[in-house]
């Protein structure tokens, strides 16, 4: 089955600087890459996503690349703010339209 | 996005007893939804897909008479915890399925605690 692997497992940014999660999958025909954004004891929020037909998608301050031949993708965060602290999820759709998860990264922005 | 809403938020029960989860899809139809569990500091589990008008599917190790899915419309589906026991304990999330493109929304998720 699909084998998604997440790093780093946390990360600490200062206020203002970049963040970069990535993602690598096992499945070659998973071809669905969102991106949650989880805070304590609420469910996870969809804050992007991107399809294996395009390389790169950009919302705002977020931005997320694929590179389907290596079989990883980016999250990518620029001038971070406090409240963008919290748990980021990858994820691929699998061949049953379920998503596998990656074990999360645990943000942190000082201000 | 889309909306999902999930209920109970939170819910303490006695061990034994069964509780029931509600997860709806407020703005658009969803033939698939999928239920998730999650433990502390640790991702998303998959326990089981569910289909309207269908048997849910379960993922493997989950059993599928104490975790009773119902996926009875196009905007609601349950699992039911029944005999609920402490380790049965955890945060419970659901998702739906929405249409084209597809997405997938989650449920503000229910801490089930079994004392």
């Known amino acids: 089955g699909e084998n998604v692997e997440q790093h780093p497992s946390t990360l600490s940014v200062q206020e203002g600087d970049s963040a970069v999660i990535k993602c690598t999958y096992s499945d070659s025909a998973s071809n669905y890459f969102p991106w949650y954004k989880q805070e304590l004891g609420k469910g996870p929020q969809l804050i992007i996503d991107?399809?294996?037909?395009?390389g790169e998608k950009k919302d705002q301050r977020i931005a997320v690349t694929l590179n389907k031949t290596a079989k990883h993708f980016s999250l990518h965060i620029t001038e971070t703010q406090p409240e963008d602290s919290a748990v980021y999820f990858c994820?691929?759709?699998?061949?049953?339209?379920?998503?596998?998860f990656g074990k999360g990264t645990s943000l942190l922005v000082t201000p | 996005g889309a909306v999902v809403s999930q209920h109970p938020s939170r819910v303490i029960c006695k061990s034994g007893t069964s509780v029931k989860i509600e997860c709806r899809s407020l703005d658009f139809q969803a033939t698939t939804m999928f239920w998730y569990r999650q433990f502390p500091k640790q991702s998303l589990m998959l326990m089981a897909t569910s289909n309207e008008g269908s048997k849910a599917t379960y993922e493997q190790g989950v059993e599928k008479d104490k975790f009773l899915i119902n996926h009875a419309s196009l905007t609601l589906s349950t699992l039911t915890v029944t005999s609920a026991h402490p380790e049965d304990s955890s945060f419970y999330i659901c998702?739906?399925?929405?249409?084209?493109?597809?997405?997938?929304?989650f449920g503000s998720g229910t801490q089930l605690s079994v004392l």
């Open positions: 994820a691929a759709l699998n061949s049953g339209y379920a998503l596998n």
């Open positions: 998702s739906a399925r929405s249409g084209l493109p597809e997405k997938l929304f």
């Open positions: 991107i399809r294996s037909n395009v």
